[in-house]
Each structure stands twice: as structure tokens, then as C-alpha cells.
């Protein structure tokens, strides 16, 4: 690495480190602000408290990753045109993109490092402040558990097995309820294709009804549409999510490789796809932010009191896309992969024309 490389990598690094520890100290000291009383009302220790905001720093870490590599790579290029230094080595024959080389590889180097965070730290401190936040401080009791596609969850009187439509819906689909007596052998089972709360009463869809007539044999019963008295309601079915930030890398991949439901499937592949493409959104806006630097200094002629917020909006605008991509993947308009990597195709096409021109 050149001595020139080895300046405008150190000065990236700084600013990055500057940039990330500014966001971290501003987002918590806001949700301190926001969450202390709720820590002082369950009498909760100050350790408790403090173990709660530095476990939450990685992921804040993980959500303001792509602004600050943007943020760092604009504000390095604009303090070497404040200087005169990215002037003079322009008027020295050195093209644009040499002179960015060292960004881009700085840029590279730490999106790997956020992916590595993503894969082994993320999920354990993410997982132990939701504990935290929602049995220690909310007193909010996980009473079931996710696997394979499926809630489970034990009731006063049996066990309620199903796959949830909607997190905000009352409808439910492969619902099943099963009761056992002291033997642990099974006395009941109703299964239905689907199942929805309404009227105080759950409404069975296309299932049947196996009931224990004796101590071998069932009888069982078909319906299409049936009411049926269940101890619970959906109100009492609280169960954390299987949050995708809960999960490395790895385990997301093997969920979307699993076997299930073309629904689920195609959540679990925009998650993985999601997780790694949000990761590397800085590194093609700060591709983009480079060029746009020069250009907001060519029309106004300012510092970087014009450039840091044009960025700003740049990353809002690319992060408002992405995301709506996201959504429109999850619910199966579009290819999770394509939805993942279509924007940062977009936007590095669109980066390198515009390097491209500022060279010629």
C-alpha cells in the first residue's frame, strides 16, 4: 500500500470511528431518555440497566452502518477538497478513482466486519435485551415457542399448535388443539386447514375431530366450518418472535433451505438476502456519494455543511427503496434475491457513470 493509500485509508477509518461513535452516543442517549422510567418502575439495578444499552450498541451499530460508511467516505474526500489536497493530486495526473481506491477498499473492509458482527455477535446481544427489555422490564412471560414454521403453545387445558397468517390478525392457518390426560396418552385432537377468532369464539375451517371413544380407537368427525369453545383466545398466545435479527447468517440460511410453506419460504429467503444486502448498502452509496460530493461543490461552491445533508437524503431516499423492495419480496411480488440486490445494482451503475465523467 502507497504512502497516498495508506492516508486517505487511516483518514476513512477516523471518520467512520468518529461518525459511528457520534450515532451510537445520540441513539442512546435517546432511548435512555425514552426507557429509564420503565427501568425505574420495576425497581430494576442500575447493572441491569447498564448491561441493557451496551448490549444494545451492536445493533445500533448494525442499523447506522450504511450511513456511515457513506457519511465517512463524503466527509474523506470533501475534508482532501477543503485542503486543496484533491486538487493537487488531480493537477499531479492522479485520476479520481485511484484516489478513491483506498475508500472503496476501506468500504470493503468494513462491511466484511459488519457482516462478521451480523453472524456471530449480533444474534447473542440482540436476543439477551429483548429478554431483558420484555420479561425483566415489560414482566411479559413467553408462554410458547417457534420452530420449524410453527407456534406452539400450552394452554390451561391442552396444546395449541398453529401457523399465524398475520402478526396483526386473528387468523390462523394448519391450526390444531390437542388434549392428554394423566397418562400422557392423547384424548382429543381437533385439526383444521385454518382457524380465525371472531365473536368470542374460535371458527374451525375444513378439519376434523378425533376423540378417544376407547383405550384404543378414536372417533373422529369431518367439518367443513365449525365454533368451538377453546380455553384460550389469541390474546393469550404471547410469544417473541423468531426475529430474523435473532439469528446468524448461518441459522437464517438453513431456515430458507428447510423444507415449508412457499410463504414462509420466501420470508425466510428475503431475510437472508435481506440481512446481507442491507450490510453492504453503504458501500454503492458511498460509490454514489463521491461523485455527488464533487458535483454539490461545483454548483454552490460550499463545504460540507451542503454535501453531509444532500448524502443524508441520498441514503434516506436509497434506504426508502430498499425497503420497499423488502416488503414487496415478503409478500411474494418479487424474487427475494432480485428484490436484495437491485437496488445496489441501480445505484453502482449509476456511481460508476457518474466517477467515470468527473475522470474525463
Not at 26 to 47: A, H, M, R, T
Not at 80 to 96: M, R, V
Not at 346 to 360: K, M, P, S
Request: aromatic letters at 14%; hydrophobic letters at 45%; a neutral charge.
Amino acid at each position: 500500500m502507497t504512502l497516498l493509500n495508506r492516508y486517505i485509508f487511516k483518514s476513512f477509518v477516523k471518520n467512520l470511528s468518529i461518525l459511528m461513535a457520534s450515532f451510537i452516543a445520540i441513539y442512546v442517549l435517546i432511548d435512555f431518555f425514552e426507557k429509564i422510567d420503565n427501568f425505574s418502575e420495576q425497581g430494576k439495578p442500575i447493572g441491569l440497566v447498564l448491561k441493557f444499552f451496551l448490549l444494545n450498541i451492536p445493533f445500533v451499530m448494525d442499523q447506522m452502518s450504511p450511513v456511515c460508511i457513506l457519511l465517512a467516505g463524503v466527509v474523506t474526500l470533501g475534508l482532501l477538497n477543503n485542503s486543496n489536497e484533491l486538487i493537487a493530486l488531480k493537477a499531479g495526473g492522479i485520476p479520481l478513482y485511484t484516489i478513491a481506491k483506498p475508500i472503496i477498499f476501506a468500504g470493503v473492509v468494513v462491511s466484511l466486519l459488519f457482516l462478521a458482527m451480523s453472524q456471530f455477535i449480533l444474534p447473542v446481544t440482540f436476543a439477551e435485551t429483548n429478554k431483558i427489555w420484555i420479561e425483566d422490564v415489560q414482566g411479559k412471560v413467553p408462554l410458547g415457542i417457534y420452530r420449524n414454521g410453527r407456534y406452539y403453545y400450552k394452554g390451561q387445558d391442552g396444546f395449541y399448535s398453529f401457523g399465524r397468517v398475520h402478526n396483526d390478525a386473528e387468523k390462523f392457518m394448519r391450526f390444531s388443539y390437542s388434549t392428554w390426560n394423566d397418562k400422557y396418552e392423547l384424548t382429543s385432537l381437533i385439526a383444521a386447514k385454518g382457524a380465525y377468532w371472531g365473536e368470542s369464539i374460535w371458527n374451525l375451517l375444513k378439519g376434523q375431530h378425533q376423540i378417544r371413544s376407547d383405550q384404543d380407537s378414536f372417533h373422529t368427525e369431518v367439518f367443513e366450518n365449525r365454533p368451538v369453545g377453546l380455553p384460550e383466545e389469541p390474546s393469550n398466545f404471547f410469544m417473541p418472535e423468531y426475529h430474523a435479527l435473532e439469528q446468524s447468517l448461518l441459522a437464517l440460511y438453513k431456515e430458507a433451505k428447510r423444507d415449508q410453506d412457499p410463504n414462509d419460504s420466501n420470508k425466510a429467503w428475503t431475510n437472508f438476502y435481506g440481512r446481507i444486502s442491507y450490510t453492504f448498502l453503504g458501500l454503492p452509496l458511498m460509490l454514489l456519494g463521491l461523485p455527488l460530493l464533487l458535483m454539490v461543490y461545483r454548483k454552490w461552491g460550499r463545504d460540507l455543511s451542503i454535501a453531509i445533508p444532500v448524502s443524508c437524503g441520498l441514503a434516506f431516499v436509497c434506504w426508502g427503496g430498499w425497503s420497499t423492495l423488502q416488503s414487496l419480496a415478503r409478500a411474494s411480488y418479487l424474487n427475494p434475491l432480485a428484490a436484495s440486490v437491485s437496488v445496489q445494482i441501480f445505484i453502482c451503475l449509476v456511481a460508476a457513470v457518474l466517477l467515470y465523467r468527473e475522470d474525463v
